[in-house]
C-alpha cells in the first residue's frame, strides 16, 4: 500500500521530510504540500518530479481525498490546531515538536485521540530512532549495566540565531533531552532544577536576547529515583555534540564520539564533530519517517513518541522555565495517563 502525505509547512525541516519521502521512505508518496507563504509551496512542489496538488492552507488539506496522512511540519503556535483537525479527519498525523506550545492544547489533543479510540498522532522526537541511543536503550534493557541510577545528558551547538533567548535553551533545545530521557530511563520525570553558570562570552550582548545566559545545567528528578544532569551549551562553537552516559549499579553505557575516523598528527589525536543536527541525526530521521510510514501502512498500532510524550515533554518545559526564571526546584505534575498510552 502507498501512503498518500500531505505536508503542512514547506520551510527547511519540510523540504528535508518531503525529499525523504518521495526519495528515501518505501511506500510513500507526497500528494499535497501547503505554507503560510503559498509562493514558497509552489516552488517547492514544482521541483518534484510529479504531481502535487498546492492547498491554501492545513485545513484543506486535510480534507483532501488524496491525503491519507499527514506531516506537520509547520510554525509551532500553529501544531495543534492541525493536529487536532487530522483526528477529526481519522488521519495519522507525524508531528515535528512541539506537539503543541501549552499543555492545554496538547490535553486537548489527548482527549480528542482517546475519543477516536486509537492512536493517531506521532511526535518527531528523532533521538529514539538514532543507532547510538538505540543501543544504549537496548544495554540497558539486557541488564548489562544494572539498574539506572545516573544520566548525563550534553546538547551543544556552536552557535544560535541572535533571537534566541535562555527560555528557548529548555522548550527547543533540552526539550529532546527530556524525552530521550524518560524514554532510555523508562520513568517519568518528577521535578527540576536550573543553574546557570558564568555565561559563555559568545553570549553577551547579543541583540534581541541581550546577554544570553549560557550555558545551564539542569538537575531533574525521575519517578524510579535516577537522577538527569542535562547540559545545554549553545555557543561553544567547536561543533554540534550530542553527549550521553547512563551510570547504572554494575556500569555504564555512553554514546560513542561521531567521527569515522580518528586522525593523528601533529602530537594530537582528533575526532570529526558534527557542524549541526542535519548532518547529526540525518540518518534518525530516514528510520523516525521510514517506520511511521511502514506502521501507517500496515494499519499496526503506532510505536513511537505518543501524544503523552508530548505532553508529559512540554510539562518538563513549563517546569523548567519556571525553575530558570524563579531560581527554585519546580515539580512536574502530570495527569493521571489514559490507558491508550500505557
Given at each position: 500500500?502507498?501512503?498518500?502525505?500531505?505536508?503542512?509547512g514547506?520551510?527547511?525541516?519540510?523540504?528535508?521530510?518531503i525529499?525523504?519521502?518521495?526519495?528515501?521512505?518505501p511506500?510513500?508518496?507526497?500528494?499535497a504540500?501547503t505554507d503560510h507563504?503559498g509562493?514558497?509551496?509552489?516552488?517547492v512542489a514544482?521541483g518534484?518530479d510529479?504531481?502535487v496538488?498546492?492547498?491554501?492552507?492545513?485545513f484543506?488539506?486535510?480534507?483532501?481525498?488524496?491525503?491519507?496522512?499527514v506531516?506537520v511540519?509547520?510554525w509551532?503556535?500553529?501544531?495543534a490546531e492541525f493536529v487536532?483537525?487530522?483526528?477529526?479527519?481519522?488521519k495519522h498525523?507525524?508531528?515535528e515538536?512541539p506537539l503543541?506550545?501549552?499543555?492545554e492544547?496538547?490535553l486537548?489533543i489527548i482527549?480528542a485521540?482517546v475519543?477516536h479510540?486509537?492512536?493517531l498522532v506521532q511526535v518527531?522526537f528523532?533521538?529514539?530512532?538514532?543507532a547510538a541511543?538505540r543501543a544504549m536503550?537496548?544495554t540497558?534493557?539486557?541488564g548489562?549495566?544494572g539498574?539506572?541510577l545516573?544520566f548525563?545528558s550534553?546538547?551543544?551547538?556552536?552557535?544560535?540565531p541572535?533571537?534566541?533567548t535562555?527560555?528557548?535553551a529548555i522548550?527547543?533545545?533540552a526539550?529532546?533531552?527530556?524525552?530521550?530521557?524518560?524514554?532510555l530511563?523508562?520513568a517519568?520525570?518528577?521535578a527540576?532544577?536550573v543553574?546557570?553558570?558564568?555565561?559563555?562570552?559568545h553570549?553577551?550582548?547579543r541583540g534581541?536576547?541581550e546577554d544570553?545566559?549560557?550555558?545551564?545545567?539542569m538537575?531533574?528528578?525521575?519517578s524510579t529515583?535516577?537522577v538527569?544532569?542535562?547540559?545545554?551549551?549553545?555557543?561553544i562553537?567547536?561543533g554540534?555534540?550530542?553527549r550521553?552516559e547512563v551510570v547504572g549499579?554494575d556500569g555504564t553505557?555512553?554514546?560513542a564520539?561521531r567521527g569515522l575516523?580518528q586522525?593523528r598528527?601533529?602530537?594530537?589525536?582528533?575526532v570529526g564533530?558534527?557542524g549541526?543536527?542535519?548532518s547529526r541525526?540525518?540518518?534518525a530521521?530516514?528510520?523516525e519517517?521510514?517506520?511511521?510510514?511502514a506502521?501507517?501502512?500496515?494499519?499496526?498500532?503506532?510505536?513511537?513518541?505518543?501524544?503523552w510524550?508530548?505532553y508529559?515533554?512540554?510539562a518538563?518545559?513549563?517546569?523548567g522555565?519556571e525553575?530558570?526564571q524563579?531560581?527554585?526546584?519546580?515539580s512536574?505534575?502530570l495527569?493521571?495517563?489514559?490507558?491508550?498510552?500505557?
Amino acid at each position: 500500500m502507498t501512503v498518500r502525505i500531505g505536508v503542512i509547512g514547506t520551510g527547511m525541516i519540510g523540504q528535508q521530510h518531503i525529499h525523504r519521502l518521495d526519495t528515501l521512505v518505501p511506500g510513500a508518496a507526497v500528494t499535497a504540500v501547503t505554507d503560510h507563504d503559498g509562493e514558497v509551496a509552489a516552488r517547492v512542489a514544482d521541483g518534484l518530479d510529479h504531481d502535487v496538488t498546492v492547498h491554501p492552507d492545513g485545513f484543506a488539506l486535510i480534507k483532501d481525498p488524496e491525503v491519507d496522512a499527514v506531516v506537520v511540519t509547520s510554525w509551532g503556535p500553529t501544531h495543534a490546531e492541525f493536529v487536532l483537525a487530522a483526528i477529526g479527519e481519522g488521519k495519522h498525523v507525524f508531528c515535528e515538536k512541539p506537539l503543541a506550545t501549552t499543555q492545554e492544547d496538547t490535553l486537548r489533543i489527548i482527549e480528542a485521540e482517546v475519543a477516536h479510540g486509537s492512536r493517531l498522532v506521532q511526535v518527531g522526537f528523532m533521538r529514539r530512532y538514532d543507532a547510538a541511543y538505540r543501543a544504549m536503550k537496548q544495554t540497558i534493557a539486557d541488564g548489562a549495566i544494572g539498574a539506572p541510577l545516573v544520566f548525563y545528558s550534553g546538547h551543544r551547538n556552536p552557535d544560535v540565531p541572535a533571537a534566541y533567548t535562555r527560555e528557548m535553551a529548555i522548550v527547543d533545545t533540552a526539550v529532546h533531552d527530556f524525552d530521550v530521557a524518560r524514554w532510555l530511563l523508562d520513568a517519568e520525570i518528577t521535578a527540576i532544577s536550573v543553574i546557570a553558570p558564568r555565561s559563555n562570552r559568545h553570549g553577551l550582548g547579543r541583540g534581541e536576547a541581550e546577554d544570553l545566559q549560557d550555558p545551564l545545567l539542569m538537575t531533574i528528578e525521575t519517578s524510579t529515583g535516577a537522577v538527569i544532569c542535562c547540559e545545554t551549551s549553545v555557543n561553544i562553537r567547536y561543533g554540534y555534540d550530542i553527549r550521553g552516559e547512563v551510570v547504572g549499579e554494575d556500569g555504564t553505557v555512553s554514546l560513542a564520539d561521531r567521527g569515522l575516523v580518528q586522525v593523528r598528527t601533529a602530537g594530537t589525536a582528533a575526532v570529526g564533530v558534527p557542524g549541526d543536527f542535519a548532518s547529526r541525526f540525518h540518518a534518525a530521521f530516514d528510520v523516525e519517517l521510514t517506520e511511521w510510514v511502514a506502521e501507517v501502512a500496515a494499519g499496526s498500532p503506532l510505536s513511537g513518541p505518543s501524544s503523552w510524550d508530548g505532553y508529559a515533554s512540554a510539562a518538563v518545559c513549563d517546569a523548567g522555565v519556571e525553575a530558570l526564571q524563579q531560581g527554585r526546584r519546580v515539580s512536574v505534575d502530570l495527569v493521571e495517563q489514559p490507558a491508550l498510552y500505557r
